[in-house]
Nanobody, 114 residues
Framework: VQLQASGGGLVQAGGSLRLSCAAS????????MDWYRQAPGKQRELVAT???????NYADSVKGRFTISRDNAKSTVDLQMNSLKPEDTAVYYC?????????WGQGTQVTVSS
């Protein structure tokens, strides 16, 4: 299984970024997919989840600003991030866990300047 994340960058507060994660080596449509993030000096935290049937869940800190979506035909999961804040600065990771097997993407840096 490989998870390849892309789309990070530097943006001013209030701006937007869209992250994308391309999955391979698995039957994508049956997997729940997540985005995590880890800021310097902090623990990795769950940001958003999308199940195989499209149900979504978000951390309180990003509700109303971030949207997770998936394209089963392309085996991709995206994270649209709007109204970005400096506290959203972190490395963002694509993740999936199934049958006790955990896979992480390589991470993509998001930096929000004030």
């Amino acid at each position: 299984v490989q998870l390849q994340a892309s789309g990070g960058g530097l943006v001013q507060a209030g701006g937007s970024l869209r992250l994308s994660c391309a999955a391979s080596g698995m039957i994508f449509r049956v997997n729940t997919m997540d985005w995590y993030r880890q800021a310097p000096g902090k623990q990795r935290e769950l940001v958003a989840t999308i199940t195989s049937d499209g149900s979504t869940n978000y951390a309180d800190s990003v509700k109303g600003r971030f949207t997770i979506s998936r394209d089963n035909a392309k085996s991709t999961v995206d994270l649209q991030m709007n109204s970005l804040k400096p506290e959203d600065t972190a490395v963002y990771y694509c993740h999936r866990s199934r049958w006790g097997i955990v896979n992480w993407g390589q991470g993509t840096q998001v930096t929000v300047s004030s």
